[in-house]
C-alpha cells in the first residue's frame, strides 16, 4: 500500500513537472514569433508619442529670440571705390566678409562720376558698432533697420528635427529584427524617406542659424560731385519747348533776311506790269 502511494506521488510531481515546461516552451515560442510588422507597429507607436513629447520639452524650453536682421542705407562720398574698399576691409575686421559689390561709371555732358554697391554680412552683436563705422566715410542719406522674428520657425523645425532622428534610429532597430526581402526593403525604403526629411530639415535649421548669427547690410554708394540728371517726361517736354522756341526764331531770323527781297521783287513786279500795260496803248 505504500509502496502504491510513493508510485502515485511521483507520477504527479512528473505531470507536474512536465506541464510546466510544455507552458515555459509556449511561453519561449510565444516571444520568438515577435515579428517585423508588429515592430513597425510598435516604431509607429513610439514615434507618435516622442513626436509629443519632443515637441513638448521644445516649447516649454526657454530659448532666445531668433530675429533676422537687415539694415539698407544709402552714402554719399567723394569717392565710391575708395569707400567700397574701405567698408569691406571694416568688415572683415568685424569677423564679416562681403557677399556682393559693384561699382558703375557715368557720363553726362562731359562730367563723369561713379556710383557702387556692396552688401556684407557681419555678426549680430556687432552690427550697430560696423554701421556707426561706415557712416563717418560720408554723408547718410537713408537707413532702415528691419527685424525677421523666426523663433516659432525655429523651434518647429528644431522639435521635427529631433522626432525624425528618433524615426530613423528605431527604424534602424526594426531593420535588425526583419527577416525577409520584403520586410527589408519596405523598412528601407521608410529609412531613405526620413533621411530626406533629415537632410532637409537641417538645411533649413543651418540657414536660418546663418541668417540669425549674421546680419545683412546692404549699403547704396553715390558720389556728392554727382551730375543730377533724369530722363523722364519733364525733360522731353523742356526739349520740346526749346525746340520750338529755337524753330521760331529761326523763322523770324529768315524773314528778316527774305523781307528786302520781297520788297525790291514786289518794285520790280509792279514797274514791269506798269510798262507792259503803256506799251499796250
Known amino acids: 500500500m505504500k509502496r502504491t502511494y510513493l508510485l502515485s506521488a511521483l507520477l504527479l510531481v512528473s505531470i507536474a513537472i512536465l506541464v510546466s515546461g510544455c507552458a515555459s516552451l509556449d511561453r519561449d515560442a510565444g516571444s520568438s514569433s515577435y515579428t517585423s510588422n508588429e515592430a513597425i507597429s510598435e516604431y509607429d507607436t513610439v514615434t507618435e508619442e516622442s513626436a509629443r513629447q519632443v515637441s513638448g520639452a521644445v516649447n516649454t524650453a526657454s530659448m532666445d529670440r531668433k530675429t533676422i536682421t537687415t539694415v539698407d542705407m544709402s552714402l554719399e562720398v567723394e569717392d565710391v571705390p575708395a569707400a567700397i574698399e574701405q567698408i569691406a576691409a571694416t568688415a572683415r575686421a568685424s569677423e564679416g566678409y562681403v557677399s556682393g559689390s559693384s561699382v558703375y561709371a557715368h557720363t553726362y555732358e562731359q562730367n563723369t562720376w561713379r556710383d557702387g554697391y556692396i552688401t556684407v554680412r557681419v555678426p549680430e552683436a556687432g552690427h550697430p558698432q ?11 542719406t537713408s537707413r532702415s533697420v528691419s527685424a525677421q522674428d523666426v523663433t516659432e520657425e525655429y523651434i518647429d523645425v528644431t522639435a521635427r528635427l529631433e522626432n525624425l532622428k528618433r524615426q530613423e534610429q528605431r527604424l534602424h532597430e526594426v531593420l535588425n529584427m526583419s527577416s525577409t526581402v520584403e520586410e527589408v526593403l519596405s523598412v528601407e525604403k521608410e529609412i531613405e524617406r526620413v533621411r530626406g526629411e533629415i537632410d532637409s530639415l537641417t538645411g ?32 522731353a517736354l523742356s526739349e520740346s519747348v526749346r525746340g520750338f522756341i529755337s524753330m521760331v526764331n529761326a523763322l523770324i531770323i529768315l524773314a528778316g533776311y527774305m523781307l528786302p527781297i520781297v520788297i525790291l521783287l514786289t518794285l520790280f513786279g509792279g514797274l514791269f506790269v506798269a510798262l507792259r500795260r503803256m506799251a499796250r496803248r
Not at 560696423?130 to 547718410?140: C, N
Open 204 to 235: 533649413r535649421l543651418n540657414y536660418l542659424n546663418d541668417r540669425v548669427e549674421y546680419s545683412t547690410i546692404s549699403i547704396r554708394l553715390t558720389e556728392s560731385d554727382r551730375m543730377v540728371y533724369s530722363w523722364g517726361l519733364g525733360d
Open 130 to 140: 560696423f554701421i556707426d563705422e561706415v557712416s563717418q566715410l560720408g554723408e547718410v
